[in-house]
């Protein structure tokens, strides 16, 4: 026969157990709604333009590929200017959760120079050499992804150069060299092999 | 309960069998000495039947042209033709004669095996080169490689003095009452009698004996024992610890585990390869996570790499043998003053599967530029872009013939710029989910096979270094 106070310890541990229960729940809710919260993205100014189409060339980690794709965005006029948005909204595809090649926390780009119809800068940020993952493919597809962005939408692009918060870099990772100019054909002849 | 305890045992001794049968199986190889050079082929087996790449075995003796027509493959080597017909024995050389393999002839992939049994039969036909196979010791010698030696007990002080024809390195290991000289590189056979007693109060008896890759000398000695090489590496001499040999040019040999590379003053080829382990120092590369840094696996594979080819007969150095800096520059100019033909960078990566091949990302030579026009350092590697390009295929072409999943490009990827020879870079990622497969044995000694398949494949293609 159990005792009277055994039946009672036992309701309570009882209702304890349904308790935790139900909080275990909460907290994994918590925890996947917090998933869902967009990480945070680089701050641009608001742009002022009609809306056109550009086209991306999005890398892909899986396959080692470059595809095209076309996303709409609002363009101003000045070509510097219509460089940095399309580098930015390529940045920005990359740092979602779902990225087919994700970049580090913060990266964005400061400024696109075009120099002459011929010849572009990119002046990245520090974040986005500083957090890149390191190994010669994940870096080739990164530059490749953004020259070849850029020339589709400067098709005169004939070379591309990178700095690294206005500073010449020797390698984005460790790897791939970004200290002079990239030939874009070249760039072009050779993501063709990697798809 | 005992009986419980017995079954296992059982279980576990049959599976550590089965186990050491695969993995025999797996690392059966033949090699091969020939005049010019030696190398290992790998063996294999199918219906119970030692088979050898027809191919693979021929290609370092000469220039071998193959096509496929049909089921059959049609075979020039030096000039000279021959034709063989999958699952057939008989086979055609020369002026139409027929001759028959020991067992059927195999095409797997588009690639030509035959018996191991049958080769010599075939080397002597299609090579016109007398050959020998010694079974228990999987080696083959072509023409007239093989190296005998003669053994002379000489005394005060009591010596064993064994002389060569030609140079050895073989791998000493010293132990009580022995000494083994282990003869993996060199065509060693026996001088005819394989145990030979000796009574003398240094030396008890001496035995040859052929093991799988090469051939074992054991001295049975009676005190602490040393060995020397001299002459050259034609002279190796055991004699007692306390008294070393008093013969001119003599060196003390190094003793070593069997495994262990051997040392000796015979001078080195000119290398063929030149192998950089990328990174090194503080400048890590990748960190695949805090025990396992891409600068530690790639000097891993560059050994591992080294080890293969050296194991093929081909002569390699490295940039680097330890954890030291090197900028690009060095690297380029430790490639371009090696006199090597082939520069391979050897890169490794968590991100993605299998092994990618890079060549160099500078512009072909100008139409009015030459090889020996002068050239920035930048562009150093233009006039080489072609035979590098022919390495990067190889590889590709080995890696996808053996399953691994491969790409190739080109890349901006310092030094390929500023090399002058044929130049490389291959960066290998895991098979599978995790980047620690990176450091497995036997993802390495996959991985290194197949890169010394491909470079040795290369051997007469990329022409002299300049």
């Known amino acids: 026969m159990i005792s009277r106070k055994l039946q009672y310890v036992i309701a309570a541990l009882t209702v304890a157990i349904f308790v935790l229960c139900f909080y275990l729940v909460h907290l994994k809710r918590k925890a996947e709604s917090m998933g869902d919260e967009p990480v945070p993205q680089a701050m641009t100014a608001p742009i002022s333009g009609p809306a056109e189409e550009i086209t991306l060339y999005v890398a892909n980690d899986e396959d080692a590929s470059l595809l095209p794709v076309s996303v709409s965005s609002a363009m101003p006029l000045d070509p510097g200017e219509r460089g940095r948005i399309v580098i930015h909204t390529l940045i920005t595809r990359y740092l979602r959760n779902d990225s087919p090649h994700p970049l580090g926390a913060g990266a964005d780009v400061h400024d696109v120079y075009l120099l002459d119809p011929a010849s572009a800068v990119v002046n990245l940020n520090a974040a986005f050499a500083d957090s890149h993952r390191s190994g010669v493919e994940v870096e080739q597809l990164t530059v490749f992804s953004i020259v070849r962005t850029l020339k589709a939408q400067f098709p005169g692009l004939s070379r591309v150069r990178f700095l690294i918060e206005g500073k010449t870099r020797e390698t984005l990772a460790g790897h791939i060299d970004i200290s002079g100019w990239l030939d874009v054909a070249m760039v072009a002849d050779a993501s063709g092999e990697l798809k | ?466």
């Open chain 2, 1 to 466: 309960m005992l009986r419980a305890e017995s079954i296992f045992v059982r279980v576990a001794t049959l599976l550590l069998f089965l186990l050491a049968v695969g993995l025999a199986a797996e690392t059966r190889r033949v090699v091969v000495y020939a005049p010019k050079t030696n190398y290992q082929l790998d063996i294999l087996v199918r219906d119970g039947v030692d088979y050898l790449g027809l191919t693979d075995l021929l290609e370092p003796l000469g220039h071998v042209e193959s096509r496929l027509e049909d089921n059959k493959l049609k075979l020039s080597f030096n000039g000279g033709e021959a034709e063989f017909q999958d699952g057939k024995r008989q086979y055609r050389v020369r002026a139409n004669a027929r001759l028959d393999l020991a067992a059927n002839f195999l095409l797997v992939n588009g690639r030509g095996y035959v018996p191991v049994v049958s080769v010599t039969q075939l080397l002597s036909r299609i090579a016109v080169q007398p050959a020998e196979f010694h079974d228990g010791s999987c080696r083959l010698f072509i023409g007239s490689t093989k190296i005998s030696y003669s053994a002379e007990l000489r005394h005060d002080p009591s010596r064993l003095v064994l002389s060569f024809p030609a140079p050895v390195k073989p791998s000493t290991l010293v132990e009580k009452g022995r000494v083994h000289l282990l003869f993996h590189r060199e065509p060693v056979v026996s001088s005819g009698a394989d145990k030979v007693s000796y009574g003398d109060s240094f030396l008890l008896s001496t035995s040859f004996a052929e093991i799988p890759g090469g051939a074992e000398f054991i001295a049975t000695v009676q005190q602490p024992a040393t060995v020397s090489i001299g002459d050259g590496g034609r002279t190796v001499i055991i004699s007692p610890a306390t008294q070393p040999p008093s013969a001119p040019g003599t060196v003390p040999a190094p003793t070593a585990s069997p495994a262990a590379q051997p040392h000796s003053p015979v001078p080195r080829p000119r290398p063929f390869v030149i192998l950089d382990a990328a990174h090194g120092g503080s400048e890590t590369g990748s960190v695949f996570s805090p025990t396992l840094i891409e600068k530690e696996i790639n000097l891993m594979l560059a050994r591992q790499l080294q080890k293969e080819l050296e194991s093929r007969g081909i002569s390699v150095v490295l940039t680097r043998v330890a954890d030291n800096p090197l900028t690009g520059d060095q690297r380029a100019i430790a490639a371009n003053t090696s006199h090597s033909s082939l520069y391979i960078a050897i890169h490794s990566s968590a991100s993605g599967h299998g092994v990618r091949v890079y060549t160099s990302m500078v512009p072909a030579l100008q139409p009015r530029q030459t090889r020996r026009s002068f050239l920035p350092w930048e562009l150093a590697q233009s006039p080489h872009l072609d035979q590098s390009r022919i390495a990067a295929s190889a590889i590709a072409a080995e890696c996808a013939y053996r399953g691994l999943p491969v790409r190739s490009s080109a890349a901006p990827l310092r030094p390929l710029n500023n090399v002058t020879i044929a130049a490389v870079a291959v960066e290998v990622a895991p098979l599978g989910a995790s980047a620690d497969e990176l450091a497995a044995p036997e993802f390495q000694q996959r991985i290194a096979a197949t890169l010394a398949t491909s470079i040795a494949s290369l051997r007469g293609k990329l022409g002299a270094a300049q």
